[in-house]
């Protein structure tokens, strides 16, 4: 694996066991779909789609500005990326026999809704693209394409894990709801997100 390649590898792993671990997209999509149907859950993941886009974006143009002015940003960041991310592994361990998303009702357009402001509103979302993905942008090349690149990167495979839950819960809606039968796989994704906190620190120090 290459040096372009690496950190982009880190960065999708990341995504990945952020988008899996106890937050309020995985609980929410689960239990409406679950309860409306398929089609109400495909229309949550489109407004939470637009919300992490639309954060992902404002963010990059932030994120591409303040590392052209500011290299010690750059350090800044990668601690303070890594101190989310272990905070991120201790809240999902804590939480992992957790969930109790409130049921929703109402239109199609009342589920995009609701998944775009849901994610507008969400402070995990918004510190995901302010601290960590700043720690996958290379100081030697264009801030801002990078901030929307992996902004696009991150929303896609977010959207993908999204569409999988609502496929699994359309069909599965119990075994989602055994809180005993998710703990130990919750919790198992907490300890890998706390693994991947301190391989990107070690990882992104300065050469």
Known sequence: ??????????FILTVVVIELTPGPNMAWLAVL???????AG????????????LLG??????????????????????????????????????????????RMTGS??????????????NPKAGLFYLIVLPDYIRPDLPSLPQAIGLTAISVGVATAIHLAIVAMASRASV???????????RRTLAVLLALIAIWLFLDTRPA
């Open 42 to 53: 495909l229309a949550a993941v489109l407004g939470v789609a637009a919300g992490l886009a």
């Open 108 to 121: 199609l357009r009342r589920h995009f809704r609701d998944g775009l402001m849901i994610n507008l509103l």
């Open 175 to 185: 075994w989602l709801a055994d809180s005993n039968q998710t703990r130990l796989f």
């Open 1 to 10: 694996m290459d040096a372009a390649a690496s950190p982009l590898f880190a």
């Open 33 to 39: 779909s679950a309860d409306r149907g398929r089609r």
């Open 57 to 102: 974006l404002l963010a990059a143009l932030g994120i591409a500005a303040l590392i052209a002015r500011s290299p010690w940003l750059f350090e800044t960041l990668r601690y303070g990326g890594t101190a989310f991310l272990l905070w991120l592994a201790l809240e999902g361990w804590r939480s992992a026999g957790e969930s109790s998303p409130a």
